[in-house]
């Protein structure tokens, strides 16, 4: 009964989160107002990615999802997190809101995303491949259009007992981390080249020949 009882119990789940860009970590309280207000989001991710565990590739088709490897929260709210987090550190300035809580804060540019991939790769890389636009506050102008790839090493010796495998995911959740730095670094370069919004016009004068109303 002892060695049933021994057989039926399951090791441990780990729990990973993405980080921020080193210098960005910590930083929120020295941040200014910056003078860009961006809202991000939202993000949307792939059926195959939006699930608790954390997603790897054995091949070009073979997915591997660990049962004991799992997220902290939700891969897209971790993702959204540290994104702003990198964005308001890179933009020098606090006023970077997301999804959906930015709807109380008045925008100057939204940068929305759409996950195509976040995983490791069998060739022992993180990757991350993104479809990203900024557009004006309500998505009538679109100020770029870009989709792009990083790749970011995360090489684990080989093994599959659990100790080798808890170093290998958080190693991808590390490298996963890099390719979300440097995607930040990207989007920050292109809202950084726009032209600085202009406030919003006064109203115009009532015209001297206008009649008061009755």
Do not use: K
Request: hydrophobic content about 40%.
């Amino acid at each position: 009964m002892l060695l049933l009882a021994g057989c039926a119990t399951t090791p441990p789940s780990s729990f990973y989160t993405l980080t921020p860009l080193p210098q960005a970590a910590g930083r929120a309280g020295d941040l200014g107002p910056g003078s860009i207000a961006v809202g991000l989001g939202p993000v949307t991710f792939p059926q195959f990615l939006d699930r608790p565990q954390i997603v790897t590739r054995d091949g070009a088709n073979r997915l591997v999802v660990d049962e004991f490897h799992r997220w902290g929260g939700t891969v897209q709210d971790d993702f959204l997190r540290v994104w702003g987090e990198n964005l308001a550190y890179l933009l020098g300035g606090s006023r970077v809101a997301l999804f959906p809580s930015e709807s109380r804060m008045p925008l100057d540019y939204r940068v929305l995303a759409q996950v195509l991939a976040f995983e490791g790769a069998a060739d022992g890389n993180a990757v991350l491949r993104v479809r990203w636009s900024v557009t004006d506050d309500r998505q009538r102008r679109t100020f770029a259009a870009r989709e792009d790839v990083y790749r970011c090493p995360y090489r684990v010796g080989g093994g599959d007992d659990r100790a080798t495998a808890d170093i290998r995911y958080a190693a991808v959740v590390a490298a996963l981390s890099e390719c979300l730095g440097d995607f930040s670094r990207d989007v920050a370069a292109v809202l950084g080249g726009l032209p600085e919004p202009q406030p919003p016009a006064a109203d115009a004068a009532v015209s001297p020949t206008a009649q008061p109303r009755r």
